[in-house]
């Protein structure tokens, strides 16, 4: 992998941090886009209170001069502003145990697991008594800093004319028509509170999601991404770890909550025949082409030239109002889970950060294939290669 990354940072804590290495020196890296970035990821109906404290920006303090990447690691920091009233539990250094900073450390201890989170699991792996030490790491707070680094990542993926874009399909029950020419409704989709161009969907989708809210429920659904005019020969049928269509579906599995992840036709491969699943391939004026997409842009690991089209569903927030059943950690009696500040239904904002991780995916990809020290470089290999494939 040359396109690398680290994330820290607490969901309470001071701030979110990332180090990216791998970026070649020679690109424009726009802070106003990665701010817009991580302000797609804070909208949608059904987000909860956090939204209404964060609102998001990096800081850039290494890797970049003058607006352009210099080839060095380049280091992000996002602020957390929820930080103030979290200086005493979350602090980094000892806090003096006076009554009062006992009582508010107290006050903020977990120990009421939540089904479906990393509580539990977390807890019993590191050996914590209190769950907020994996609570604040496991939050989907993180992808902040995710979506920041896979902007960088479109960075790069811009100089190539590579373009991305994230739907929603699916909310509860109500299914959302994502139209094929998707790319001409981005203004609508980036506009919309649920991130849809079916207006009419959008409607039903927010009636579902009040009505998860007032049962004290949680909502999930689906959400496609799309990345356009990616080029012929990313990824690598030889070994397993090279496959393309491998490497976005764990980067994008990884986001939290996303509990599948399809390609193309993907589960519908199961009942279609195989002369209705495979897109037959046709020349024209010297270039190949296919009149439909069902591999969704990958064919045995290796991009084809096609869209890529990746289908991922997220499941229900495991945070609700009305708790489910759980236990204790310390005396493993039955009680109700904890309930921690949290959205009814985040599908939206996964799919910008799921967009964020196959934009990171493709980068690397690309700076594998193409060179990595230098944007030059890098467009000049391009360059040859697209003539090469051209002759054939």
């Not at 996964?350 to 690397?364: K, Q």
Request: charged content about 25%; proline content about 2%.
């Amino acid at each position: 992998m040359i396109f690398r990354f680290l994330t820290s940072g607490e969901s309470h804590g001071k701030c979110l941090n990332a180090i990216i290495e791998g970026v070649p020196s020679g690109i424009k890296i726009d802070v106003d886009f990665i701010n817009s970035e991580l302000k797609k990821r804070q909208t949608g109906y059904g987000r909860g209170g956090r939204m209404k404290i964060e609102k998001d920006s990096v800081k850039i303090l290494s890797g970049v001069r003058h607006g352009v990447s210099l080839g060095s690691p380049i280091a992000l920091e996002i602020e957390n502003k929820d930080w103030e009233n979290w200086q005493i539990p979350m602090s980094s250094e000892p806090v003096e145990l006076t009554d009062e900073n006992i009582r508010i450390i107290d006050s903020k201890k977990i120990t009421n697991v939540r089904p479906g989170h990393a509580d539990l699991a977390g807890a019993l792996k590191y050996n914590h008594t209190d769950i907020r030490n994996i609570l604040e790491r496991s939050s989907a707070r993180e992808t902040a800093a995710r979506v920041a680094v896979g902007a960088v990542a479109k960075c790069i993926l811009k100089e190539f004319n590579i373009k991305s874009i994230s739907c929603v399909s699916q909310i509860g029950s109500v299914i959302a028509n994502v139209a094929d020419n998707i790319f001409e409704y981005e203004d609508i989709i980036n506009n919309s509170e649920l991130r849809t161009s079916d207006a009419c969907a959008a409607e039903k989708m927010k009636a579902e999601i009040d009505k998860a809210k007032e049962l004290g429920d949680t909502l999930g659904g689906k959400f496609k991404v799309i990345y356009k005019n990616v080029p012929v020969g990313l990824g690598s049928h030889v070994q397993w770890d090279r496959k393309l269509d491998g490497l976005l579906s764990q980067a994008i599995m990884s986001v939290q909550a996303v509990k599948s992840v399809e390609i193309g036709l993907g589960n519908d491969v199961a009942e279609t025949l195989g002369s209705k699943t495979h897109d037959e391939i046709f020349v024209k004026d010297g270039k190949y082409f296919r009149k439909t997409n069902n591999a969704g842009g990958i064919e045995s690991g290796i991009s084809n030239g096609e869209d890529i089209v990746i289908t991922a569903a997220m499941k229900a927030i495991p945070t609700m109002v009305k708790p489910l059943n759980s236990v204790e950690i310390d005396t493993k009696k039955e009680v109700s889970a904890h309930f921690e500040r949290s959205d009814v239904c985040a599908v939206p904002a996964c799919a910008v950060v799921a967009e964020a991780m196959g934009a990171i995916v493709l980068a690397d990809a690309m700076l594998e294939k193409f060179s990595h020290d230098n944007i030059s470089e890098m467009k000049r290999n391009y360059a040859s290669y697209v003539e090469q494939i051209s002759l054939r």
